[in-house]
């Protein structure tokens, strides 16, 4: 994990969501059931600490309990950013909270005057047309792992994307050097 590291929910403003919005929902459930908190005004506890919001010139993170504490991250800045996907493992949050695992974005942010930031949040196939985006404001993503290659199309994303990386994520961790799962949280 890199030194700069948030924990986000990605904000595309579309009101339904795809593989996103079923982890979220399941873990709604299973956080209902181990006693965490599922309203993020409640606690620190709820896992989506940041919303992560890409805006015309900058990556604006701010906290969902506090829209006040925000962190901007201009374009000009970036010189480029790696997606990869982590498999993430809730520890503390019950038995079931500890079996299931998850696979998200982590975004790995190269800045222009050295240094990184990981912005990790739920895979979501919106992310796609962000990444479009980004190429006219001089922000190259590069898809580490061909996350849009493997999954063209939101249909295939949906279908796909968990049970390729339920298959393929131990071999990619191992060549990249990522957790195995992920299972510690250090939001800032």
């Known amino acids: 994990m890199k030194q700069r590291y948030y924990y986000a929910q990605l904000m595309t403003g579309k009101k339904k969501r795809s593989y996103a919005s ?14 965490f908190a ?3 005004s409640m606690s620190i506890s709820h896992p989506f600490i940041r919303g992560c919001d890409f805006k015309y010139n900058e990556i604006e993170l701010y906290r969902i309990q506090d829209p006040n504490d925000t962190i901007s991250i ?22 079931l909270m500890a ?15 050295g240094g990184e930031i990981e912005v ?10 962000i990444m479009e985006e980004l190429r006219p404001a ?12 493997h999954f063209p199309d939101e249909k295939t994303f949906k279908k796909e994307f968990p049970t390729y ?21 250090n939001p800032m």
Do not use: C
């Open 138 to 149: 001089s922000v190259p993503v590069i898809d580490v792992f061909d996350v849009f290659v």
């Open 74 to 95: 201009p374009y000009s800045e970036i010189k480029w950013i790696d997606l990869y996907v982590v498999a993430r493992r809730w520890a503390g949050g019950g038995m």
């Open 165 to 185: 990386f339920g298959e393929h994520y131990h071999d990619l961790a191992m060549q990249y050097g990522l957790e195995d799962p992920r299972v510690t949280f």
């Open 38 to 40: 599922v309203d993020a």
């Open 120 to 129: 990790e949040f739920p895979a979501d196939f919106a992310f796609k047309k």
């Open 99 to 113: 079996l299931n695992v998850m696979y998200n974005f982590d975004l790995v942010i190269h800045l222009e005057h």
């Open 22 to 35: 079923k982890a979220k929902n399941f873990t709604k459930k299973i956080f209902a059931m181990s006693g």
